[in-house]
């Protein structure tokens, strides 16, 4: 199945095997596991839990959304824009350059068109219609944050895409020829072409994989993003580590945090932070705090709006600055207002028989199942 990509293999693999990362034939995290993060008490969710268990999973309607072409037409007022455009992908306007991260717009976070979580809330925008963007970013090679048929469709442009060590075998598998793939290290930069932009690589807490026997083969990443007048840090996929002092001391202060809320459970909560551990995390990295990485998958046990409500809970709590824009709401984070809980008018609303999930990721034909 193409869809699962690929190994790394020559000068790649080379360059992987030097990494000071690559310990015993894989990649590890280097800094250990703060106490507590990981309940042992608690089981891990069966295949059975994910298919039938918990409740509201997914919101019983649609999720009120914006179509963001008419102000991406402007520039923004503050030279810092982004864009939430579901889980983790997100736009990124800074200063006259356009970076899109971890771009999904597949029907499902699987290998799979058939099985496997599926999206329950459409991109407020169509692929065909995004505007020309400078950069794709890629944080790791998770069904969630790299996806085929999208990476399929970018293929066929001119795009440059910058990621972890390693993933790039997967996309040159996948038709993006290796001229047009950088890949980085954790503290390694590269500047966006044709611009004053910098991206670097920094730690995350997680893992890698696609399949049953790529476990950890290749690497996973922060991404700080930086311009001569602004800067922001996206998370990826992470669980709490203290390496975020060392990112704000390297790569800050920052303008814009996008950490990860969502997808958290007790069993695994070493690799992914959940609200409470994420205000944690802005409380070391500093700047306007954008939860991502919920709202659009069921990938754990807790209710679809639970780590909304929780963040909004805590925060006060820590006195971060949210911003939580409705999907597809271009909004800067040196504008940013009170945040307004648009998520609990779902529950008032009903999903149509057909189901919202169904053909929710309103691709143009050529970037649909199969692509092959």
């Excluded at 529950?347 to 691709?363: C, D, F, H, K, Y």
Aim: aromatic fraction near 8%; glycine fraction near 8%.
């Amino acid at each position: 199945m193409k869809s699962l990509g690929t190994r790394a293999e020559g000068a790649r693999l080379e360059r992987i095997k030097a990494s000071p990362l690559w310990v015993n034939d894989r990649f590890q995290n280097v800094h250990p596991i703060l106490p507590h993060l990981r309940d042992s008490s608690v089981p891990m969710p069966s295949i059975k839990d994910f298919m039938f268990g918990g409740e509201r999973r997914v919101p019983p309607g649609p999720l009120p959304s914006m179509n963001p072409l008419s102000t991406w037409e402007r520039k923004p007022q503050s030279g810092l824009r982004v864009t939430w455009l579901g889980h983790s992908t997100m736009l990124i306007e800074i200063d006259g350059v356009r970076i899109l991260t971890d771009p999904v717009w597949g029907p499902r976070a699987s290998p799979s068109a058939l099985v496997g979580p599926k999206r329950f809330q459409p991109v407020p925008i169509t692929l065909r219609k995004m505007p020309p963007v400078d950069v794709v970013v890629i944080s790791h090679d998770h069904y969630d944050h790299l996806d085929y048929p999208t990476i399929r469709a970018l293929a066929k442009t001119r795009v440059p895409f910058v990621t972890s060590l390693g993933v790039g075998a997967h996309l040159e598998y996948w038709g993006v020829q290796p001229e047009r793939i950088t890949e980085l290290e954790w503290w390694d930069s590269c500047p966006v072409p044709n611009s004053d932009v910098v991206l670097s690589a920094a730690p995350s807490q997680h893992f890698s994989g696609r399949g049953f026997k790529d476990r950890n083969a290749t690497l996973w990443s922060s991404i700080a993003i930086r311009s001569p007048k602004h800067s922001v840090f996206f998370s990826g996929d992470t669980g709490l580590t203290t390496e975020y002092r060392s990112i704000r001391e390297k790569l800050g202060p920052f303008d814009l945090v996008m950490l990860e809320i969502g997808a958290f459970h007790p069993s695994w909560g070493d690799i992914h932070l959940g609200p409470e551990n994420a205000l944690k995390a802005h409380a070391m990295l500093g700047g306007v705090f954008m939860p991502v990485h919920w709202g659009t998958f069921a990938l754990a046990m807790h209710a679809w709006d639970q780590p909304a409500e929780r963040l909004l809970e805590f925060a006060p709590q820590t006195g971060a600055q949210l911003l939580m824009p409705l999907l597809g709401q271009p909004v800067e984070p040196a504008h940013a207002e009170a945040v307004e809980p648009w998520w609990r008018g779902v529950e008032n609303s009903e999903r149509p028989p057909s189901s919202a999930t169904e053909g929710a990721v309103s691709l143009p034909a050529s970037v649909q199942w199969p692509l092959d």
